[in-house]
Nanobody, 116 residues
Framework: QVQLVESGGGLVQDGGSLRLSCAAS????????MGWYRQAPGKQRSLVAT???????NYADSVKGRFTISRDNAKNTVYLQMNNLKPEDTAVYYC??????????WGQGTQVTVSS
């Protein structure tokens, strides 16, 4: 089992920045892919960005050029630097991890609110 603990959400103005962190514990040595998804009210949960152990990243088109995902493999921690935030980025952001057996794990979510 893997446990994920997120931090860093909050309220920010349009154009502002936030940095999310997610630390994995438990059987963390089996983790390959980590990333972030988000869910806005009335919408389905959707991909924001993912990163695998080798450092290859994948981003949703809506955040390319504004968000940067990074990872510290030694700490099994993933970060999401969010710049130039927009009101449409408002959502609950969930940390995600996938182990080598393709089992998925989720954090409890952290609220990001961008005011206009």
């Amino acid at each position: 089992q893997v446990q994920l603990v997120e931090s860093g959400g909050g309220l920010v103005q349009d154009g502002g920045s936030l940095r999310l962190s997610c630390a994995a514990s438990g059987n963390r040595f089996s983790i390959n892919r980590m990333g972030w998804y988000r869910q806005a009210p009335g919408k389905q949960r959707s991909l924001v960005a993912t990163i695998i152990r080798s450092g290859i990243t994948n981003y949703a088109d809506s955040v390319k050029g504004r968000f940067t995902i990074s990872r510290d493999n030694a700490k099994n921690t993933v970060y999401l630097q969010m710049n130039n935030l927009k009101p449409e980025d408002t959502a609950v952001y969930y940390c995600y991890a996938e182990d080598i057996r393709l089992s998925s794990f989720w954090g409890q979510g952290t609220q990001v609110t961008v005011s206009s």
